[in-house]
């Protein structure tokens, strides 16, 4: 079975500062990968998936996360935040058959501070 | 526009009623999810359905009710049954990669 651990609950940031959001998961077999983000109020939005391929991926609003098969992490990251990037983000993981669920972490609240 | 609409977006109820909460999707997914969310927590699997006229439960049932007799259409029905219903519902259809797409949730509200 596949399981999901965002490492950090809540992480607060200043306006223009880089930020790490941290994603750890563990599969007996190969995965894809998923970020989404949750303004209040709304419905996920995927901001950027891992299928194959290159292990740099970028997504939208400046995002990107980086594949790392080894230490079987899939941290999300952008050089500099805005106010408008406080959210929930949720790291996802399923088998790259796409059988099974789609399995969230927890949740990491970003705040950014001006 | 192509995407999941949940309807409604606001929803009271009085103790001891069921409600219903509509989903429709126009991405021709087959494999569809309601979850439940609560304030400071994560996505906990209520129901899902891989194919038409079949559905599965998940994490989190009791109190709960789907069906799925077309593939476009997957509403929730939140019982009595249901000891604490007040929370904000998503749902959301699978694409051939596995990625889900949301709709824009619906909160519910008990009396």
């Known amino acids: 079975a596949q399981s999901v651990t965002q490492l950090d609950s809540q992480v607060p940031v200043f306006e223009e500062a880089p930020v790490e959001l941290r994603c750890n998961y563990s599969?007996?077999?190969?995965?894809?990968l998923f970020w989404y983000v949750q303004y209040p109020n709304q419905g996920l939005q995927l901001l950027l998936k891992y299928l194959s391929g290159s292990t740099l991926v970028k997504g939208i609003n400046g995002f990107e996360a980086e594949f790392n098969k080894s230490q079987t992490s899939f941290h999300l990251r952008k050089p500099s935040v805005h106010i408008s990037d406080t959210a929930e983000y949720f790291c996802a993981v399923i088998r790259s058959s796409n059988t099974g669920k789609l399995i969230f972490g927890q949740g990491t609240t970003l705040q950014v501070k001006p | 526009d192509g995407g999941i609409t949940q309807s409604p977006k606001y929803l009271f109820r009085k103790e001891g009623q069921n409600v219903t909460l509509s989903c429709e999707q126009n991405l021709n997914h087959d494999a569809m999810y309601w979850y439940r969310q609560d304030p400071g927590q994560g996505l906990r699997l209520i129901y899902y359905?891989?194919?038409?006229?079949?559905?599965q439960k998940g994490d989190i049932a009791e109190g709960y009710s789907v069906s799925r007799e077309k593939k476009e259409s997957f509403p929730l029905t939140v019982t009595s049954a249901q000891k604490n219903p007040t929370a904000f519902y998503l749902c959301a259809s699978k694409a051939n990669t596995g990625e889900l797409f949301f709709g824009e949730g619906s909160r519910l509200t008990v009396l």
């Open positions: 599969s007996s077999v190969s995965v894809y």
């Open positions: 359905s891989q194919i038409v006229n079949d559905f």
